[in-house]
């Protein structure tokens, strides 16, 4: 079992940036990849940004290519998501979430899909203005 306890939220202009933080508690960390989803009102959730166990390889959806950093340190149990100029579409609740797959390679512990992962944080509230 792990808890996920997500931070970092807030209220921003268009154009700002905002880093969000999962804590993670409970088993090794590094045995988890670890994936950063979103829901908008009245949307479907939506993958953002996975990261392997070791932190070595990352996937973002396209909408956030070259303005999201998803890392990790394995040592403070810890994932962030480093959003910059961000825009009024990216309004949501993020969640971050994990995936137990401790006898994967690195490559086999990133997924996009949300039935990959086995455990969810609470979300933390992300707006935009314009």
């Known amino acids: 079992q792990v808890q996920l306890v997500e931070s970092g939220g807030g209220l921003v202009q268009a154009g700002g940036s905002l880093r969000l933080s999962c804590a993670a508690s409970g088993r090794t960390f590094s045995s988890y990849g670890m994936g950063w989803f979103r829901q908008a009102p009245g949307k479907e959730r939506e993958f953002v940004a996975a990261?392997?166990?070791?932190?070595?390889?990352?996937r973002y959806t396209d909408s956030v290519k070259g303005r999201f950093t998803i890392s990790r340190d394995n040592a403070k149990n810890t994932v962030y998501l480093q959003m910059n100029s961000l825009k009024p579409e990216d309004t949501a609740v993020y969640s971050c979430?994990?995936?137990?797959?401790?006898?994967?390679?690195?490559?086999?512990?990133?997924?996009?899909?949300?039935?990959?992962?086995?455990?969810w944080g609470q979300g933390t509230q992300v707006t935009v203005s314009s």
């Open positions: 990261i392997s166990r070791s932190g070595a390889i990352t």
């Open positions: 979430a994990a995936s137990y797959r401790p006898a994967s390679s690195d490559y086999g512990s990133l997924f996009v899909d949300s039935f990959r992962y086995d455990y």
